[in-house]
């Protein structure tokens, strides 16, 4: 698991990887183009990304710590992102940014 071999890494470079590599932004565009905000898999990300965290700094986050880790680093979080928070929000934004070319689509058929 990728997991265990960032656990050898140090500790701000192995939160970078998870932020970058194994979260959230990995999976952005798919959140954008499928109504899957309500899919029980993504709350096992959370739980994947949750429990490397928790590796990566060595001890273990109540649900108060992960909502704080959440936070995007200007708010004092660790700028790790939920998946279950994010998926509505970009496919909602992304069928709205849209709407125009999907009405012109639509409209010759």
Same mark, same amino acid.
Request: with cysteine.
């Given at each position: 698991m990728?997991?265990?071999i960032m656990r050898g890494l140090p500790t701000q470079n192995a939160l970078i990887l998870l932020r970058s590599?194994? $979260?959230?932004? &990995?999976?952005?565009?798919? !959140?954008?183009c499928s109504?899957?905000?309500?899919?029980?898999?993504?709350?096992?990300?959370? $739980?994947l990304q &949750?429990?490397?965290?928790? !590796?990566i700094i060595?001890?273990?986050?109540?649900d108060l710590q992960w909502l704080q880790a959440t936070l995007p680093l200007k708010d004092g979080g660790l700028g790790v992102r939920r998946?279950?928070?994010l998926a509505s929000s970009a496919y909602l934004a992304s069928a709205a940014?849209?709407?125009?070319?999907?009405?012109a689509i639509l409209s010759t058929l």
């Open positions: 990728a997991m265990d590599s194994f $979260g959230a932004s &990995r999976l952005y565009y798919f !959140l954008r109504p899957c905000f309500e899919h029980p898999d993504l709350v096992r990300l959370d $739980g &949750r429990a490397g965290l928790d !590796l060595n001890c273990s986050l109540s998946v279950v928070s940014s849209t709407l125009g070319l999907q009405s």
